[in-house]
């Protein structure tokens, strides 16, 4: 077996044998490695590596551990999800339960349709907000280990609700079925039920090991306790400085508690990070001590101190973009900086668009982690889809995407067959539509019942109505604030309650865009047209690409170079966070978790004022950038100054070619039509071609443009 290289207190926790152990892991500390070597050491001293069972969150981490721990000892270890082990378990003794162990598990499609069936039962009208509703109660009561029969914890349910719940679970059983939160839910059931059972799987892992702890629910959490009970040899790995999942059932508690759980348990420490510098370490750890419910630990490095966090307070979120934007560009082109180890992270998914916008138009390439472009959103496609048809007839991909937003009863079937009557009688398919209000029997080879007929009528009135608005030249964004009412598309959104505020807000960012767009004069074509090129760009994603994110997203990533930006109240932390102590405290572990993402370059930002639903918002700062202590931070918004522009000057640009340029030369005068007007400092060629360093008189900070792209004047 391959020996590692462990530092003290990674080798105390490979170390320990018997007995409950929680690994108190901080960010950058290599507990995979201390996972996967605990293993290989308990298999070493002679444990058998069917006895041994690691659980984590994701299949990703699941099959890294598997391929580390065979690397390491050429064994097989059952390294799993919780709902794979949750379903492995079920396969085998369900059957004690009164299913067959053949079971199907339903997907969240078969689950709503199912549950719909159920209220049809009951006799309560079909309402998608309803439905979608009682799916998620059920789906917490499930992650919370509350029995359909207990009565007393099915309180904060209405009689429906209970009702529906009960009704439900038995026709899923009647099935043969389980949903996805049934292979946890289940289990625990089997587990408590059927101690014989029980003691079965206690036998047959006598060691259980456990990875990100901090994120386990409780039904998660009952599993681990009770399949632990009888050896007691559990290790649990994670920190609770990193727990920021309680939005989707992670509870913090069961790491703090984890002593009180497991008497005599003993704790070690991860605190030597392998990541960040001790600068952004310590900037770390002076921000998180603020939270009261944690475990004490102090990260720290071996590395050299390195540059402060760059602190910058812009005007507003345009400046705040540029910013962002100028640093990239001078990591990538003159300190030769990837663009896939540089990352800027967002509290919100709205946030993404202005940054798109710059990154597309100066040609950088760029990745949406873990989520979809802000274009590519099914909300804005929707919105553009109905702007769309405003100003075509023709656009039977419009038509067909918004019919049934909300459902009018047009099937795939006579969606088909109106494109191809409209194809055969070479007639636009609005135009088409009209013919049928008027006289449904027009075209033999449709007919249209009452209700499709009545509801296209409703859905082509609030299509003219909106046209006549467009045609009396209203300003873009008021014209979608029609569209959104007109055609009850935020109605529409509130059919799924837990997605509504992330989409409504993406809706508002479209409208901000388009105020925006329309100081300029452009038309709604032109809007349209702009949007589906920065659509068709973005699909070529290239592999050395710029990553976007949300916070959340980050966890468990690493780069080189880190901007969070947006750190003003109610944006972050955010407005329907800050109700309670603990709310603000995991806003608050979501910063630490995006600072201590950065390896050497961390960048921290906000906008005194932000363009928001529709106004100019002021903002205040976030109380987290008061919390910083100012040793560790170097401030970038005070007025340029000679000796800043000397730090840059010492950055090597890839090619240094001053005397190439034909038309600029350094201290000339130049004007560009965003930032006004400037000096050029600097000139030398980058993989984009001719670029200058700039001083402009509004920001009095450098900034480097691309002269095929940046338009600039020069100054007589």
Known sequence: MKKAVLNSEQQKAVDHIEGPLLVLAGAGSGKTKVVTEKIAKLISIGVDADSILALTFTNKAANEMSERIKNLTSKNVVACTFHSLGAKILRESINHLGYETNFTIYDSEDSLKLLKECLNSLKLKEDKALLKKIR??????????????????????????????????NKLKACNALDFEDLLYLTAMLFKKIPKILELYQNKWSFLLIDEYQDTNFVQYTIAKLLSLKTQNICAVGDPDQSI????????????????????????KLEKNYRSTPTILNAANELIKNNQNRYDKNLFSDLQDGEKIKLFKADDEKMEASFVVEKILKHNFKEQIDLKEIAIFYRTNFQSRIFEDILLSQKIPYIIYGGLSFYQRKEIKDILAFLRLVISDLDFLAFSRTINIPKRGFGKTSISKLFFISEKNQIPIISLLKKLVIDSSAFPDIRLNIGQKESLKSYLNALFEIRDLYRQ????????????????????????????????????????????????????????EDISLAISKQEKKEENSLKLMTLHNSKGLEFEVSFIVGLEEDLFPHV????????????????????????KHLYISSAQTRYMFGGTKFSIPSRFLKELPQKYLSDLSNPFDSSSYDNIERSKPIIENTSSSKNFYPNQQVYHKTFGLGVVKKIYQTSLGETLDIIFETSSSIRSLVTKYAKLKIVS
């Open 473 to 528: 030249n209203i300003d873009i964004d008021e014209l979608i604030s029609h569209v959104l009412t007109k055609m009850n598309y935020l109605n529409y959104l509130k059919e799924d309650p837990q997605s509504f505020e992330d989409r409504k807000e993406n809706i508002d960012e479209l409208i901000t865009k388009a105020s925006d767009y329309q100081k300029n004069n452009h038309t709604l074509i032109k809007f349209l």
């Open 576 to 599: 329907n966070s800050k109700s309670s102590t603990e709310e603000i405290e995991e806003e608050r572990r979501l910063f630490y978790v995006g600072m201590t993402r950065a390896k």
């Open 136 to 169: 998620y109660k059920i789906s917490t009561l499930k992650n919370n280990l509350i029995d359909i029969d207990d009565i007393n914890a099915l309180s904060n349910l209405t009689k429906n609700e209970i009702e529906a719940f009960r009704l439900y679970q």
């Open 245 to 268: 999942y309680s939005w989707r059932g992670a509870r913090y508690q069961n790491i703090l508690n984890f002593d009180q759980d497991f008497k005599n348990a003993t704790i070690i």
